[in-house]
Antibody, heavy 118, light 108 residues
Framework: EVKLVESGGGLVQPGRSLKLSCAAS????????MGWVRQAPGKGLEWIGE????????NYTPSLKDKFTISRDNAQNTLYLQMSKLGSEDTAIYYC???????????WGQGASVTVSS | AIVLNQSPSSIIASQGEKVTITCRAS???????LHWYQQKPGAFPKLVIY???YRASGVPSRFSGSGSGTSYSFTISRVEAEDVATYYC?????????FGAGTKLELK
């Protein structure tokens, strides 16, 4: 069974940093692109970015490129999202997802909640 | 970035009714890269249709998709109570990937 489990969310003060993790199991992690998507309260889905199998290609949505960093550790079957200079607009549920052919997001984690507030 | 315009933004339908959602792209997309997701209240998104018209594993046959170029559609042939959710289109044809704004389906 494909399983993705995010962790590391919580309450963080404005301007601070936070790193999310996504533990993958049930599939060959190093064979897949992986991505991050977020959803602000009551809003739609926003694609954050993606990383290929060997971390040689990382794509971001332009508005988040300077504050978010995606990485992975294939030995640990774990995907990461490093977030810096957080503001209230970054309050959201953050989902990790496996990407298949055509960049379809065919498996999702349950999400990690991040609240940015003083 | 390719903008995906989904319409309508909300639908109120009766059980057994046919509903169709449209997703129009600001630039042409390869049909292999247009996908649809279902998100039920309080849950994470779930893939329903990939590459325009292929149902994901376990998805009932009442769900279907079609389209090409800049115009795509998603149809539920006979709505059931369990289909209450928000539906999103997504394109992976051009970086950055993008989602439509979503269509909220409610039952009458």
């Amino acid at each position: 069974e494909v399983k993705l489990v995010e962790s590391g969310g919580g309450l963080v003060q404005p301007g601070r940093s936070l790193k999310l993790s996504c533990a993958a199991s049930g599939f060959s992690f190093n064979d897949y692109w992986m991505g991050w998507v977020r959803q602000a309260p009551g809003k739609g889905l926003e694609w954050i970015g993606e990383i290929n199998q060997d971390s040689s290609t990382i794509n971001y949505t332009p508005s988040l490129k300077d504050k978010f960093t995606i990485s992975r550790d294939n030995a640990q079957n774990t995907l990461y999202l490093q977030m810096s200079k957080l503001g209230s607009e970054d309050t959201a549920i953050y989902y990790c997802a496996r990407e298949g052919r055509g960049y379809v997001m065919d498996a999702w984690g349950q999400g990690a909640s991040v609240t940015v507030s003083s | 970035a390719i903008v995906l315009n989904q319409s309508p933004s909300s639908i109120i339908a009766s059980q057994g009714e046919k509903v169709t959602i449209t997703c129009r792209a600001s630039s042409s997309i390869s049909s292999n890269y247009l996908h649809w997701y279902q998100q039920k209240p309080g849950a994470f998104p779930k893939l329903v249709i990939y590459s325009t018209s292929y149902r994901a594993s376990g998805v009932p046959s009442r769900f279907s998709g079609s389209g090409s170029g800049t115009s795509y559609s998603f149809t539920i042939s006979r709505v059931e109570a369990e289909d209450v959710a928000t539906y999103y289109c997504q394109q992976g044809s051009s970086n950055p990937n993008t989602f439509g704004a979503g269509t909220k389906l409610e039952l009458k």
